[in-house]
């Protein structure tokens, strides 16, 4: 069954507070997204860990109802002051 | 541990290269396995792949195995890399070339 946008971002913000989510739909069938998701709590996880915590903030929706979310985590850079 | 985490323990532990994929790497049956395939082919280090649609025990068995809820995954020399989007990401920054040990 399609997911929201909306409803994919406010499970992953439920989990990982500071996210900063930004969820983009591939196919435009509700089915196929991309989500980039920024967090200071990833800082020191290998990438592995980052995309399970996103996983583990879907709760197993991922594979199942969610057939495509490509995922890409990030650590927010500090910012410069120029 | 179950019969299909034997045989998967079993798997990593033979093939220094494998990714368990929808599929054949020929006829990849999933865009994100066909990445992935897309990805080692261009990286030119000979690799082993296992079709999780002709093993429903392994399909689901792998997903356990690596707490990881999607296919394709990689792994090299035992060890768990990641899905086709970390395959991406390490391809683009030349960390993929490094682990696999590819001249490119």
Not at chain 2, 40 to 67: C, F, H, M, N, W
């Amino acid at each position: 069954m399609p997911m929201a946008p909306k409803e994919i971002e406010k499970l992953i913000r439920a989990a990982i507070p500071d996210a900063d989510v930004v969820i983009r739909d591939l196919a435009g069938d509700g089915d196929h997204y991309a989500a980039r998701v920024v967090s200071r709590s990833f800082e020191g996880m290998s990438r592995i860990r980052q995309h399970q915590a996103v996983y583990a903030a879907l709760g197993g929706r991922v594979g199942g109802e969610l057939h495509a979310l490509q995922i890409e985590t990030a650590v927010p850079q500090p910012e410069t002051n120029q | 541990m179950s019969d299909a985490q034997n045989r998967i323990a079993d798997i990593v532990k033979k093939n220094d290269i494998v990714l368990f994929m929808k599929g054949t790497a020929l006829f990849p049956q999933c865009g994100f396995s066909s990445r992935a395939v897309a990805i080692l082919d261009r990286l030119g280090a000979p690799y082993q792949t296992v079709d999780v649609l002709q093993d429903p025990e392994i399909r689901t068995g792998i997903k356990e195995y690596s707490e990881w809820p999607t296919i394709p995954q990689l792994y090299v020399k035992g060890e768990f890399v990641g899905g086709s989007d970390i395959m991406m990401e390490m391809f683009e920054s030349g960390e993929l070339q490094q682990l696999l040990g590819a001249e490119a």
